[in-house]
């Protein structure tokens, strides 16, 4: 089994920025990628930023102002989010993906753009 926990969540005013961090443990082996998801109050969850190797995949509402990166050797995933704007407000949720396996999810880290 994987666990995620995420952390780095909180409160910012529009124009502001936050990083968030994700740990990976357990079952790390045959990972294709991680990655940062959000669902915001009534909507669906959607893709944010993924990272396979050393290519890195946005979503274009996010791409010019959040970079995701990897440590292979802490086993974290980094979310920076700069330039941030109310729609970016959403929980968000860490992910891995392992050959064979279902995918792993972390808890989720609230994160709130608000003046």
């Known amino acids: 089994q994987v666990q995620l926990v995420e952390s780095g969540g909180g409160l910012v005013q529009p124009g502001g920025s936050l990083r968030l961090s994700c740990a990976a443990s357990?079952?790390?082996?045959?990972?294709?990628?991680m990655g940062w998801y959000r669902q915001a109050p009534g909507k669906q969850r959607e893709r944010v930023a993924t990272?396979?190797?050393?290519?890195?995949n946005y979503a274009d509402s996010v791409k010019g102002r959040f970079t995701i990166s990897r440590d292979n050797v802490k086993n974290t995933v980094y979310l920076q989010m700069n330039s941030l704007k109310p729609e970016d407000t959403a929980v968000y949720y860490c992910?891995?993906?392992?050959?064979?396996?279902?995918?792993?999810w972390g808890q989720g880290t609230q994160v709130t753009v608000s003046s």
């Open positions: 992910n891995l993906k392992r050959l064979g396996a279902s995918d792993s």
């Open positions: 357990g079952s790390i082996f045959s990972v294709i990628s």
């Open positions: 990272i396979s190797g050393s290519s890195t």
